[in-house]
């Protein structure tokens, strides 16, 4: 019989149950019993999906309050000593505000730190916290979750394959903090950690655990000779271990670590069969004839049905060749999607149908493997009679192509991606429009997003509450925030987004081509939960997006209002992206939207615009020889948005949670005039290299962790800038927050900023 399973699925709940809890709890309005009662209550609904769908093993190890990364980092006591005592770690009782202590900086009990730095996972949006290593790093077992939530499966009578990150996975997602270099030799560490991860596979076979899967994503990605050597170490270390190992590689093709991975003494692979579909042959001659293999037939990040007479066709050979040593399951965990469309009641029928979230894939991973085993019955006949069906509607829907976006397309030219002049000259002009001073000030964009505008929106989506009504809110809300820059003394002011919900749903719900869910939540990080977009067709823009709000706001004050968009990558990043075409044709579509944006921002008076690129780094190939191909359409698109501006209209972008070394002259070729970058977590050093390199424009390194409730003291902020200074050129330099304010609070943000208002002044003084 061929196995069905999942490598994971969301936590989050189909009505975002855990967010609201685990907010609630950090609120003090809920007690820590009815936390720990609503995270067991979602285990047990989505073990139960599993086994209703008809699947035979269910997955324990993929829940987490904060991030699955955090919990190996709590589970294996790597816990830095600003946030637990040595006796906690040494008892193996880490707490759970231990680590949302580590997560935010802040928990209902225990003394506020520095929260660890938090980045993208491979190339999702997804985001983790980073485990913080050290050489001589002692690890120990120090929490019994995972074990705790393995019982809980078994007594729901649920057969259980528990999922983990696995050890070389964990310690290359790892790095140095502080003192401690970013690069010092990680892999000494390893021999530790098997120590642990060894006494957890003991524990689980202890349980009645027989499968173990280990999620080694590191594998699809370019690895060093010695992190490959060590693989083979240690995976000869586990498998003494009286459990089955299924080693995952998820998010890709395995490449030149295939043979590698196909010899190492585990039980069972899995692969990524939609992101690397020609690999399934190379590893089915390679595989030993003892091991299983589970396919990832069934796509965990994008939210399309599944094409199953096609996948029972391409797999008919493995099932032939492997029997039931063939298992089917998603090609990564279910965390990327939404969970369940039968929620969506607002979709037309026609878009619906194209369609799978979490729980539709559970279906299709269990009938694509009764179909390849001829047990299929009539409910499974159907499905793939309604999917074929489907999928022949989607090729020829008229709504997808629109000729006069093609015709655009192809008559773009070079100039049209260019500055007029470089940035040493666009600077001179710019600053005799703006007149700012040293170290000016700005914020990233957007400002809380309180209980009253929430509630605004609630209502004026659902007709409670007038457009003028609603617009007249707005209005409120700008004013006041505009009205609290101006005594703060914000030198670049924001208008705060209030009517926006997302940075890229807001811009969709306004273009052509975009489909949005009312339920269709997928987790960013934490509590932070996103809906994006389904871009389905060719993108237009039919009308302004943000020019009346802008220019609303720029009428408030003196000072230079600052536009605020979402870059072309980002939204293509951040959206549910049609796979019948390109991607970089599709971003190139977002990319002349923008721009006609841009250019009406300017037209209305606006002088410095922010097309915001977060994605950028996170849409980088996992594969170097891949990073060119992609950075040279990506950087493109965004000067193609951006770059029709006269020279004093000043350009901004921002980018966060990421790794910008490898790709910094890109970043320079995207020729921003500043550009604002997350650095407070990792205390400046990604400023390293901006200096390497010699970044020719203005950078603004953000000065606090808007992730934290923790206010930053004005001392600490002119440290960070000094340490600035020391790389850039002062008159260069931009002082502003890591990222935008949304999900903080005006008890926080004002403060904060004030502090940051005085540290510039500070560093004038200082540096002027």
């Known amino acids: 019989m061929t196995m069905a399973h999942v490598t994971g699925y969301p936590r989050i709940g189909a009505d975002r149950e855990l967010k609201r809890a685990t907010e609630a709890y950090w609120q003090g309005s809920l007690d820590r019993q009815a936390l720990e009662a609503t995270g067991r209550e979602l285990r047990l609904a989505n073990w139960a999906a599993q086994r209703e769908a008809g699947l035979d093993l269910v997955t324990v190890g993929d829940f987490a309050f904060y991030d699955q990364v955090l919990d190996v980092s709590v589970m294996v006591g790597a816990v830095p000593p600003r946030f637990a005592a040595e ?77 983990l990150t696995g050890p070389l996975t964990w310690l290359w997602l790892g790095k140095g903090r502080g003192d401690v270099p970013e690069d010092f030799d990680r892999l000494a560490l390893l021999d530790g950690l098997l120590d642990v991860y060894a006494e957890v596979l ?40 009286p ?66 007479a096609l996948w029972r066709e391409r797999l008919a050979v493995a099932r032939m060749r492997l029997g039931e040593r063939l298992w089917i399951a998603t090609s990564c965990s279910l965390l990327h999607v939404p969970v369940d469309l039968e929620a969506e009641t607002d979709l037309s029928l026609e878009l619906k149908s194209w369609l799978a979230f979490a729980r539709q894939k559970l279906d299709e991973v269990a009938t694509l493997a009764r179909l390849l085993d001829g047990r299929a019955d009539a409910i499974d006949r159907e499905r793939v009679e309604v999917a074929s069906r489907a999928l022949q509607a989607r090729r020829e829907a008229e ?71 609603y617009e007249a809110q707005m209005r409120e809300e700008i004013a006041g925030a505009v009205a609290r820059q101006e005594t703060l003394g914000i030198d670049m002011p924001v208008h705060g987004e209030p009517e926006r919900n997302d940075m890229v749903e807001y811009f969709g719900e306004q273009l052509d081509g975009f489909a949005f869910t009312r339920f269709g939540w997928v987790q960013s990080y934490g509590t932070r939960c996103v809906k994006p977009p389904i871009l389905y067709g060719d993108v237009v823009r039919p009308a302004a997006m943000t020019v009346r709000w802008s220019e609303y706001a720029q009428s408030l004050t003196e000072r230079p209002m600052k536009g605020m968009l979402t870059g072309p990558v ?12 390109p991607r970089e044709t599709t971003c190139r579509q977002i990319a002349l ?98 200096q390497d390199f010699a970044y020719p424009n203005a950078i603004g390194p953000g000065v606090y962790d808007i992730h934290s409730p923790n206010i930053p003291e004005v001392d600490w902020m002119v440290a960070l800038m000094d340490k600035a200074a020391e790389r850039i050129p002062v008159e260069r330099l931009w002082v502003n927050p890591d990222c935008g304010l ?27």
């Open 87 to 163: 006796d906690e770690v040494a008892r193996g009782e880490v707490d759970l505000d231990t680590a949302f202590r580590m997560a935010r900086g802040r928990a209902p009990s225990g003394a506020p730190a520095a929260a660890c730095e938090m980045t993208k996972y491979f190339d999702t949006n997804y985001h983790y916290l980073v485990p913080e290593l050290h050489p001589g790093q002692r690890f120990r077992l120090s929490s019994t979750r995972l074990f705790d939530q393995v019982e809980e499966a078994k007594a729901a009578g649920h057969a259980v394959k528990v999922a």
């Open 243 to 308: 459990v089955k190992l299924l080693l995952a590689s998820p998010f890709g093709g395995l490449g030149d670590n295939l043979s590698l991975t196909v010899s190492l003494p585990v039980a069972g692979l899995h692969i990524d069969g939609v992101r690397a579909p020609d690999e399934l042959e190379a590893v089915l001659d390679r595989l030993l004839p003892h091991k299983v293999l589970s396919v990832g037939a069934i796509d965990g990040r994008n939210v399309w049905r599944a094409d199953l």
């Open 593 to 690: 939207a923008l721009r006609d944006e841009v250019l009406d921002l300017e037209a209305a008076g606006i002088r410095a615009i922010q097309i915001d690129e977060p994605a950028l780094r996170e849409g980088l190939p996992l594969r170097c020889a891949e990073w060119q191909g992609y950075l040279d359409w990506a950087v493109e698109c965004f000067r193609l948005a951006s770059a029709g501006v006269r020279d004093e209209t000043q350009i901004h972008t921002h980018m966060c949670y990421a790794e910008f070394n490898d790709i910094i002259a890109a970043i320079a070729a995207l020729d921003a005039d500043v550009i604002t970058i997350e650095t407070s977590c990792s205390d400046m050093e990604l400023l390293d290299a901006f």
């Open 570 to 581: 980002t939204v293509l990043q951040w959206s549910f992206v049609r796979d019948d075409q």
């Open 202 to 241: 003991q524990r689980l076979a202890g349980q009645g655990v027989e499968w173990v899967q280990l999620d080694e994503s590191a594998l699809v990605q370019d690895l060093p000779l010695a992190w490959r050597q060590a693989y083979e170490r240690a995976y000869h270390r586990l498998q003494a271990a």
């Open 399 to 469: 709504r997808l192509h629109r000729p006069a976006v093609a015709a655009r397309l192809a008559g773009v030219s070079d100039d049209d991606a260019r500055r007029r002049r470089p940035y040493a000259e666009r600077a001179v002009a710019q600053q005799r429009h703006l007149a700012l001073p040293l170290f000016p000030t700005t914020t990233i964009g957007s400002f809380p997003q309180t209980g009253e505008i929430r509630a605004a929106r609630r209502a004026f989506r659902a007709g409670d509450l007038s457009r003028e009504a």
């Open 742 to 768: 949304k999900t903080r609070g005006w008890a926080e943000v004002e403060p904060a900023l004030a502090n940051m208002e005085e540290a510039a002044r500070v560093l004038r003084q200082r540096h002027g």
